[in-house]
């Protein structure tokens, strides 16, 4: 229960970044390196040429440029993330035919955005709000109508405003993509050959245009996991302690449970039972209460991030998967357990002698 828990807490930073960003739909998104002359000069000349750079399947264009957005995750600290805003209704209804988040009759005119409704609670904002931004939690330099809460997960927006300045073009598939699906153990993914053709594409052009900043949906996730990496340290560490203090304690308890049998097990060595099928009956007895405990450390568990996500929801925060590492962290936390426990009990068991009765 503690490591998958603390699994979920030490990578929730991760976890939103996940939902917000492995949509199906892959893309490239390019900016300039920074705001002076010579790399704008070098940001017009690849749009002048972006045709070039369409694959098989990609050959949606869009323009505009990034809002950021600053929300507090569950670990309490202060997390962000970048939102595409296009800059006419034009590349607007583009995106909206591709992205299954944004409803179909959903019109957006200049200055309006469509939000998440877990992006609203971080916000504190409700539909058709003027989003003022008194707090400074985001980079809209205008004021911005809500014109639309989503029923999406995670923290997503999208909007339109009409600006002189196009600062990011976006290569995307022209197909709709997939929703988002949050499993039990993540989110659903949608690599295909296409993407493996834009992941080439962000390397050429990021040769040919060094001045220019060109990431992929995959690019942005491999420097996110390098960013939590620090916390997944940590988990390791927490999980070391947790592993050794249950060690002791779980021994103890059942050291004095066979302590109690002392006499059932001299029995069995007096009428001639072999020492490894004592082993195969405590390594029974062990593995049943160590399934009876993971079953109801999962149901605990279980009921306790349900109450916790409820509770969270207000803030725009949840639990939204157990990651990977957590499910690892609590097989080794068990594993490392269960053992000792089996062996050091044979060991003590081989001991006992009936003639001691």
């Known amino acids: 229960m503690v490591p998958l828990i603390a699994g979920m807490y030490s990578d929730c930073i991760y976890s939103d970044f996940a939902i917000n960003n492995q949509r199906g739909t892959p893309f490239i998104r390019i900016t300039s390196r920074g705001n002076s002359a010579e790399t704008r000069d070098a940001f017009s000349e690849f749009c002048s040429h972006i045709d070039d750079y369409k694959v098989d399947g990609a050959t949606t264009i869009l323009y505009g440029f990034d809002v950021a957005c600053n929300y507090e995750c569950i670990l309490g600290q202060e997390c962000g993330s970048t939102y595409f805003m296009c800059s006419s209704t034009e590349d607007y209804h583009k995106l909206r035919a591709i992205l299954p988040e944004i409803p179909d009759d959903l019109e957006l005119g200049d200055h ?17 709000d003027v989003f003022t931004d008194p707090d400074d939690m985001t980079t809209f330099t205008d004021d911005v109508i809500i014109k639309k809460v989503l029923d999406c997960e995670g923290y997503q927006c999208f909007g339109v405003i009409e600006d002189n300045y196009q600062g990011v073009a976006m290569i995307l598939r022209d197909t709709p993509a997939k929703p988002i699906k949050v499993g039990l153990f993540g989110v659903s993914s949608d690599t295909d050959e296409v993407s493996e053709a834009l992941e080439d594409t962000v390397k050429k052009i990021s040769s ?8 992929s949906n995959l690019t942005d996730q491999d420097d996110m996991i390098e960013q939590v990496g620090m916390l997944r340290y940590v988990l390791v560490l927490v999980t070391i302690l947790v592993t050794v203090v249950l060690i002791i304690t779980v021994n103890a308890v059942f050291t004095a449970v066979y302590d109690r049998r002392r006499f059932e097990f001299s029995l069995y060595k007096g009428i001639g039972i072999k020492s490894s099928e004592i082993f195969k009956k405590i390594f029974g007895e062990v593995l049943i209460m160590d399934g009876l405990g993971i079953f109801f450390g999962v149901l605990i568990t279980s009921v306790v991030v349900s109450i916790l996500n ?10 939204w998967y157990v990651p990977t ?23 003590r068991v081989k001991k006992y002698d009936v003639t001691e009765f």
């Open 112 to 128: 309006e955005i469509a939000i998440s409704k877990y992006l609203a609670n971080a916000l504190n904002v409700k539909e058709g």
């Open 208 to 215: 040919e245009y060094p001045k220019l900043l060109v990431m």
């Open 310 to 319: 409820a509770v969270l929801f207000e803030n725009g925060q949840r639990f």
């Open 325 to 347: 590492i957590a499910v690892i962290m609590a097989i080794v936390c068990n594993v490392a357990v269960v053992l000792p426990v089996v062996f050091m009990n044979w060991r």
